[in-house]
């Protein structure tokens, strides 16, 4: 069958030699059929090809719901099942074995040649099963700026030698220079910050993907790829303006693509979190075999602390790609607050298994380690991360919380001070801001209020945009008694972030309700308290995935200011029943004492001399002047 690939005004000339030929009449792919893609060769002695249009074919093919592309990370597995690293080149002479560990179907090898000043693009599909040519085409460009408009109608007509009906074709079918980027060289970073994003972490990868959008600053998937990564390194504000700046260029995606930001814009941008979780369901419906919305809705449901939910759908991103991080990652993270400990160390032994690497990991091993008791492993896990861009400031953080745990104050302030000082030095604001934050709330909830005035002033220098530092430095400010700077914060976030679950249903009534405790009006407390009911078991800061279950927290000291002490004593216990939520946060210890002092309310004082001797004893090593502890040990003489 003759191709020819022609457009206006000599943009681009027809090959002399495009056309698709059945070698031996192989049979059509079927939907459920994979296909490698391989690297291009190149000849024609410019560097900007050489991963770039592997990664832009990759952009054209997979925009098809018919075409089923094998992930690069399971590429990558499959490399190192053979003994090659990751960054080995996809050749023909490996395409065999990338094969028969990915199931795949075809293999499609790629080459660029120049010739006078003109450049031609060849495709070729070979069949796994012996690796006989299946179809091919050729398609020539006038100049370097076209090679990527001849490899996308290239890639169109593999589509119909695939099997793909026209219909299919015709509705998916952005041309690839506007779904990707114009410029080569803007791809070429692209791929390459994909790709150690992929092997390194979203930390190595941010660089390359800066550099993409700063060379076409209409770059979209290059903004959505940023955000992404900026998210998972806790710069909320970064990753909600780049997908926002990503979603308003509609005109530069494909389908799936567009519904990829769409989606995105939902989870980061506006943080509408229903809206986010049916445009996730839509995007897993229309395209079953990706693991994104799967693993992405599993993320939705951490913040709404439904962690069945987040379980089930990591479960299903992991079973679609099984050598993704992060998926590993999010069902590991579920498997701890469900407190199914035994499935999360094995499916983290298995992901290091795999060499899959990120910092992510050692801290839900270290979580575990916290949750066991075993005290070796979580130095381990500290250790591992050492020097380490996003990983070491991530770690020296929840030993500071380790260090709180136990009222051993002094070493948790000298822990979150390094923890701050790690993340600045890599140009981590928001991160550092979140670690000063969260040291602040921690001297705020142990009664060292001018500590916590002295944190939140930080928090808000360190990051004054950062959504997260803002709602933080609010709530610390509540519980330090300065409810009008709270307020004017709490009056900002409400206007800014109006379609904000998060803000809207949880952090906006929860400081409401600490403002109302400071006033000694425990009724309205609990009023603002009942709208966080569905969401007081979820995340209320960045992508952070334990935490200290506030609302449930502030609901318990309302009711014992109210006098209610049965009730007081319900909430504290979901605390202390929910450890893999909580896991070593301050509320775990303070939940063992609220609940003390509500059974004295309610009573039952030989059940509260049990508890209080219970949180004394973990705190037996506690800093001696830290206002709670003073508090305790005076109330719990007072019972003997």
């Known amino acids: 069958m003759q191709v020819k690939l022609t457009i206006a005004a000599g943009l681009l000339a027809a090959s002399a030699c495009g056309a698709y030929v059945y070698v031996q009449h192989l049979p059509k792919l079927s939907e459920a059929d994979a296909i490698v893609l391989g690297d291009f060769t190149n000849t024609t002695g410019q560097a900007v090809f050489d991963g770039s249009l592997r990664e832009a074919l990759g952009v054209s093919l997979a925009q098809s719901p018919y075409v089923n592309v094998v992930s690069s990370e399971k590429v990558t597995e499959a490399l190192r099942a053979l003994g090659r690293s990751a960054n080995q080149p996809i050749t023909r002479d490996l395409a065999g074995g990338i094969c028969e560990r990915t199931k795949a179907k075809a293999f499609v090898a790629g080459g660029i040649s120049a010739r006078q000043g003109k450049y031609e693009v060849s495709l070729e599909a070979l069949s796994c099963a012996g690796g006989a040519a299946m179809a091919g085409t050729r398609a020539e460009a006038g100049n370097v700026r076209q090679v990527l408009h001849a490899l996308g109608k290239a890639a169109t007509e593999l589509r119909k030698e695939f099997g793909e009906e026209q219909g299919s074709i015709q509705k998916f079918d952005t041309p690839l220079e506007r779904a990707t980027s114009p410029s080569l060289e803007a791809l070429k970073f692209y791929s390459e910050g994909r790709r150690l994003t992929r092997d390194k972490g979203a930390s190595d990868g941010v660089a390359s993907l800066q550099k993409a959008v700063e060379l ?109 991080v992060a998926w590993y990652e999010n069902l590991s993270t579920a498997d701890i607050a469900l407190q199914r400990l035994g499935e999360a160390d094995a499916l983290l032994k298995e992901a290091f298994a795999k060499k899959l690497e990120d910092p992510s990991l050692h801290a839900n091993l270290y979580a575990l380690a916290f949750l066991r008791n075993d005290a070796a492993a979580m130095q381990r896990e500290l250790s591992a991360t050492t020097g380490q861009a996003s990983g070491e400031d991530t770690m020296l953080a929840m030993q500071a919380d380790t260090e709180a745990f136990s009222g051993r104050l002094k070493k948790a302030r000298e822990l979150s001070r390094q923890a701050v000082e790690s993340a600045q030095k890599v140009e981590l604001a928001e991160p550092a801001a979140i670690w000063e934050g969260l040291a602040a709330l921690r001297e705020a909830a142990f009664g060292n209020k001018e500590e916590a005035r002295k944190g939140a002033e930080k928090v808000l220098g360190i990051a004054p945009e950062s959504r997260d530092a803002q709602t933080l430095a609010a709530l610390i400010l509540a519980r330090a008694g300065e409810t009008q700077r709270a307020q004017a914060i709490l009056e900002d976030l409400s206007a800014r972030y109006v379609s904000n679950t998060v803000i809207q249903m949880v952090w906006i009534p929860t400081i409401r309700a600490q403002n109302e405790l400071l006033r000694q009006n425990s009724r309205s407390a609990l009023q603002y308290l009942e709208v966080v009911t569905p969401y007081e078991r979820g995340q209320m800061i960045g992508n952070l995935s334990n935490c200290c279950l506030v609302p449930i927290y502030l609901r318990g000291e309302a009711y014992l200011a109210a006098g209610q002490g049965a009730q007081a004593v319900n909430q504290f216990q979901k605390i202390l029943d929910d450890k893999g939520v909580v896991v070593n946060c301050w509320a775990g210890p303070l939940a063992l004492l609220g609940k003390a002092r509500g059974q004295v309310l309610a009573g039952y004082k030989a059940a509260a001399r049990t508890t209080y001797a219970q949180f004394l004893a973990q705190w037996k090593d506690a800093d001696a002047d830290i206002p709670v502890f003073k508090a305790a040990r005076s109330e719990y003489a007072k019972l003997k």
């Not at 998972?232 to 930001?261: P, V």
């Not at 229309?286 to 987040?310: K, M, T």
Request: charged fraction near 25%.
């Open 216 to 324: 076409d600053p209409r770059f979209a998937l290059a903004y959505s790829s940023l955000a992404v990564d900026h998210y998972n390194l806790n710069q909320n504000a970064r990753a909600s303006e780049e997908i926002r700046q990503a979603f308003e260029m509609a005109d530069r995606q494909t389908a799936r693509e567009r519904l990829q930001i769409t989606t995105l814009y939902y989870d980061l941008g506006t943080g509408d979190v229903k809206k986010a979780i049916a445009s996730y369901k839509q995007w897993a419906t229309l395209y079953p075999r990706d693991d994104v919305p799967w693993g992405d809705l599993s993320s939705e449901y951490f913040l709404i602390g439904d962690y069945e939910q987040a379980a089930a759908n990591a479960t299903q991103a992991l079973r679609l790609e099984p050598s993704s």
